[in-house]
């Protein structure tokens, strides 16, 4: 026979298992159940981010997908091309292109590099 603890939703458990071949039944657990350890508090939920004001007839560029910002090539005041490149979002290890989806000109970033960002989360503005 050999033991082993095993744990069950929390609980420690002492068990013996029998090995191919043997002919005694398995015992029931030998050790009374150790206490789980406690359970650390959960943390509040996260306040929502205030989504900045955009100026009338603005497109927003907004995330596609839940990912990490690898790099945001776009810079407030540049102008840009339908197509061009303005934040690089990691995603399942793939790198996705976040495109301008019109000509304009950047009027505001609302990412960084390294920041986790939501699907649908506001990325860049373009006036």
Request: aromatic residues 2%; charged residues 20%.
């Amino acid at each position: 026979m050999k033991k082993y603890n095993v744990t069950v939703n929390g609980t420690v458990y002492e068990v013996e298992v029998e090995e191919a071949g043997e002919t005694s039944a398995v015992s029931a657990p030998v050790a009374a159940p150790k206490a789980a350890p406690a359970a650390a508090p959960k943390a509040a939920p996260a306040a929502p981010k205030a989504e900045p004001q955009v100026a009338a007839g603005a497109t927003k560029v907004c995330s596609p997908l839940p990912g990490t910002v690898l790099k945001v090539p776009a810079k407030v005041g540049a102008t840009v091309k339908a197509g061009d490149v303005l934040v690089i979002v990691e995603a399942m290890k793939m790198e996705n292109e976040i495109v301008a989806p019109i000509d304009g000109k950047v009027s505001s970033v609302e990412t960084k590099e390294g920041a986790t960002v939501a699907n649908g989360e506001l990325l860049v503005v373009l006036a």
